[in-house]
């Protein structure tokens, strides 16, 4: 009857197929009212006034709150808007038409200041300055260094020195921001598209000094996030207020274009560096600095650089390094987590690193792999990680061979006599996943079935089927009898929420060991009805010949038989874990155009115990395109004054079906456990990490062939246009 | 204006703004929530249904356009719906579920006009609705899976 490790489809998706999904825009509260933004048009200007008069007095307005409104509609902090999009007004109306009718109708005048856009123009002396106070860009510095590494640089046979870049991506997850708000006097209740509802019950709590016990967060269901929900924006802050001001519960839909401006962007990081290493592909050094492009407000800029700075030596042995994370500010709207938020960076960078030693010395791209691999861990990356479990050579022969990587080589090659450009890439990774605390609370039922409350936030990934899996394996039932629940900051009284690759990792433990202690206390219980020792199993306490089932202690409880706690709560901390492995890409291209097409992604992924292949492969699936897209198909454009030139579906583009490879994912046989009671290691950021860096050298492998010659990419994504240009020469 | 519309097989009659949209009137006016918005320039597809019988999306009409029509959303129900819908569970075709209104109605469409797609057809059928969460495969093999 064991669960853990089999393909059971999902228990989430009866509501999300028969109409009864509820995402944030499907609520509706009586009396409801829609609120909007007044946006900036400009990416960096004063705002001298803001002129609501006539907006106030349309039809169906209800109120309009400007920077004199106070805190928290403190827009325009410092007297100026520092990126295209940043609220100014924030208008209440009856009904969305009303709403939107009102919105064009708030005057604000505005004085356009010179922009920064490029993080490195902005780092230099005499740049527009974001935020006059800090006296500089440069928001936030440091440094990570081992060994020596102007001495190993000096004894390395070869140096190379050039930057690698990340272009900035929109996260685009197919549900826009909202949130709704409504205040009964006693409790502020808040549906939020998050990713985390109690770090959003904390900060509106903080914001508008009300007690935590005030506020309940709900998280409806959400249509995907990738990271970009888990900033706590000022947008649902200020609509919890609005529903306060107003007494009228509030909500707020972005619209797609809208969408553009407020949310949070992904990667955005620069890599500038100078490595050494010797004629026979042993990288020796690595001295740079990862620069992220933090955008106006340095939310995550310097979480996302220290993230890809510490990563950067991945699993390979080199140990002189110095490299130092910065984060620059920019006039860009806030740059945050994205699927992977620093590792998928770190690879990219690491991995273009093995594939230039590759070019360099003439060796196979695996080979040069090969001969910087640590064998196994544990291991202590020089720049304090601890990486837990693995074995990376081995893995990354077991990788080469289950993604038949030489097979797709031989298959490239070939195809040339048919007139085909194919080019294949490969890349090994590893990557870091979970932290924090996660709670759990399981509860148990009059009929011996269980209810398990957890306070990860998951919003498609299945974690709730893995959860019911871990927990019927626990208590030895079917897991018909196990229910979970989350998303509602009633039912548990805290947690990180999903991100990070955590929640299964994370949320799983928790609900685990919450049953095993809950299990404890039923024991108790069962001893003292059956007068000796009890076993358990399959919901069934015995002693002797005497039995009881779960049920029927449960029921003893409430009749006053016996004493004992019938909830059990579990706070667990989790410390990091490293899943890794090999990605493969194809692509052709099409030299006369300079497109190329994703054909197929192959993995291998250690990623610790799998408790439902059907849902960790759906995950590669998804978080591979997401990787190959950064590359092939996602551009995020800025004119010089900071104007967004792709604000919305038209012009960004997010692939089609047509459009996506297909996936052959394979799990390790025999995976490394994670030393969590869960023994997973996490599998929502591997492919993402992993694909980008194949998909590069993929393309830069068609370009070979194509153009008869060796490219050097060095920045995503890789435009059409460049690589007609790289194939056919010409500015 | 005032307009007549059969949606999902029931007829409604209700005033409407001549500039109020096809996607609004369904959510907001009907209730019919399974449509959804993910975009605001025609790209997403999220609310996708069919109108007498073809695929649109319904947030490039305005509702007076549709006076008359035949409107099906992803909650109707009949043999091959359920079909496609059994085989979205069973193959893990939806994620966080936002485009999965749309990606049925668009199957649906197909595999009434083409009971035994190829895989290609399929790639093409699906790719006027944007899903950032499968990749795609497992919609692409539950829609074969769903044919007769």
């Known amino acids: 009857m064991r669960h853990v490790g089999r393909p059971l489809a999902r228990l989430e998706d009866y509501h999300l197929l028969y109409g009864q999904a509820r995402y944030v825009d499907d609520i509706e509260l009586p009396g409801m009212l829609h609120a909007g933004f007044v946006r900036s048009p400009y990416a960096h200007a004063r705002v001298r006034r803001v002129d609501a008069s006539e907006a106030s007095s349309m039809p169906g307005v209800v109120a309009v709150f400007t920077p004199q409104s106070g805190k928290p509609f403190d827009f325009a902090p410092g007297g100026k808007v520092r990126y295209q999009g940043e609220a100014v007004a924030m208008v209440v109306a009856a009904d969305r038409y009303a709403l939107y009718d009102a919105l064009e109708r708030v005057y604000v005048d505005y004085e356009p200041l010179p922009a920064v856009v490029d993080p490195i123009k902005a780092m230099e002396p005499g740049a527009p300055l974001v935020d006059e106070s800090l006296g500089t860009n440069v928001s936030h510095r440091e440094k990570y260094a081992s060994g020596d590494v102007e001495r190993a640089l000096a004894s390395s046979d070869r140096l190379v020195e050039e930057e690698l870049s990340t272009g900035r991506v929109v996260p685009s997850a197919m549900e826009p921001h909202g949130v709704v708000a409504a205040h009964d006097g006693r409790t502020l209740l808040i549906y939020d598209s998050t990713q985390k509802p109690h770090v959003v019950r904390r900060e509106v709590a903080r914001s508008l000094d009300v007690p935590l016990a005030a506020v309940r967060v709900v998280q409806p269901d959400v249509g995907g996030a990738f990271g970009s929900k888990i900033q706590v924006y000022p947008e649902e802050v200020r609509v919890a207020a609005a529903a306060m001001a107003l007494r009228r519960p509030v909500k707020w839909i972005a619209t797609r274009s809208e969408d553009f401006k407020v949310t949070t962007y992904g990667r955005g990081l620069v890599l500038r560096y100078k490595a050494g290493f010797t004629r026979d592909g042993v990288l020796k050094a690595v001295k740079g600095e990862v620069i992220a492009d933090a955008g106006a407000y340095d939310w995550f800029g310097f979480d996302l650089a220290s993230t890809a700075a510490t990563m950067l030596p991945g699993a390979y042995k080199v140990v002189d390094l110095d490299v130092d994370a910065v984060s620059v500010l920019t006039n860009k709207p806030p740059l945050g987590p994205y699927r992977g938020a620093g590792r998928p960076e770190a690879t990219l960078f690491i991995e273009r690193i093995m594939d230039l030693i590759a070019d360099e010395t003439g060796l196979d791209p695996v080979e040069v792999r090969r001969r910087n691999l640590v064998p196994a861990g544990p291991y202590d990356n020089p720049l304090g990680l601890h990486y837990d479990s693995g074995e990376y050579l081995a893995g990354l022969e077991r990788g080469v061979a289950a993604t038949g990587y030489y097979d797709l080589v031989r298959r490239a090659e070939a195809a040339r006599a048919e007139g085909r450009v194919l080019g294949v890439g490969m890349s090994f990774y590893i990557e870091i996943t979970t932290y924090g605390h996660e709670v759990a609370i399981v509860r148990a039922e009059r009929d011996g079935s269980f209810t398990v409350a957890v306070g990860i936030a998951p919003h498609g990934q299945g974690d709730a089927t893995g959860i019911a899996q871990l927990v019927a394996d626990e208590l030895q039932i079917p897991i018909e009898r196990v229910r979970v629940v989350w998303g509602d900051t009633d039912v548990v009284p805290d947690g990180v929420g999903t991100d990070g690759s955590r929640s299964l990792t994370a949320g799983g433990s928790a609900a685990v060991l919450a049953a095993r202690r809950l299990l404890d206390e039923l024991r108790k219980a069962a001893e003292e009805l059956l007068g000796g020792p009890a076993t358990y199993s399959e919901g069934v306490f015995r002693s002797g010949d005497k039995s009881a089932t779960v049920g029927e202690i449960v029921e003893a409880v409430y009749r006053g038989k016996v004493k004992a706690q019938l909830e059990a709560m579990e706070v667990y901390r989790a410390r990091p874990t490293f899943p890794y492995g090999v990605g493969v890409v194809e692509v052709e291209l099409d030299p006369e155009t300079g497109i190329a097409r994703p054909l197929l992604y192959r993995s291998y992924d250690d990623i610790g115990v799998v408790v439902n292949p059907l849902l960790a492969e759906g995950q590669i699936h998804g978080g591979a395109l997401q990787g190959i897209s950064q590359v092939l198909y996602e551009q995020v454009v800025y004119d010089q004054d900071g104007s967004l030139a792709t604000p919305n579906f038209a012009f960004y583009h997010v692939p089609k079906a047509v459009e996506a490879p297909r996936y052959e994912p394979h799990f390790a046989e025999t995976p490394h456990r994670s030393d969590h009671p869960t023994g997973t290691k996490g599998v929502g950021e591997a492919p993402t990490v992993a694909s980008a860096a194949a998909t590069i050298r993929a393309l830069e492998d068609a370009i070979r062939r194509a153009a008869g010659r060796r490219v050097r990419l060095r920045s995503t994504p890789v435009t059409p246009e460049e690589i007609y240009r790289l194939i056919h020469g010409g500015a | ?148």
């Not at chain 2, 996708?48 to 305005?62: A, H, I, Q, W, Y």
């Not at chain 2, 469409?109 to 790639?123: D, S, Y």
Request: proline content about 3%; aromatic content about 4%; some cysteine.
């Open chain 2, 1 to 148: 204006m005032r307009i007549k519309v059969k949606v999902n097989g029931v007829w409604y009659e209700r005033d409407v703004e001549p500039r109020r949209l096809l996607v609004h009137f369904l959510r907001d006016d009907l209730g019919i929530k399974s449509v959804r918005v993910g975009c605001d320039t025609g790209h997403c597809g999220a609310c996708t249904v069919l109108l007498d019988g073809r695929p649109v999306k319904s947030c490039n009409l305005l509702a007076v356009q549709v006076d008359g029509s035949e409107i099906i959303t992803a909650d109707h129900s009949d043999d091959l719906m359920e079909r496609l819908k059994r085989a979205f569970h069973e193959r893990h075709a939806l994620q966080c579920g936002y485009c999965t209104s749309g990606m049925l109605m668009a199957s649906y469409a197909l595999l009434r006009e083409r009971p035994r797609p190829t895989e290609e057809e399929i790639r093409e059928g699906i790719s006027g609705v944007l899903c950032r969460c499968t990749g795609y495969q497992n919609i692409v093999e539950a829609v074969r899976s769903a044919g007769p």
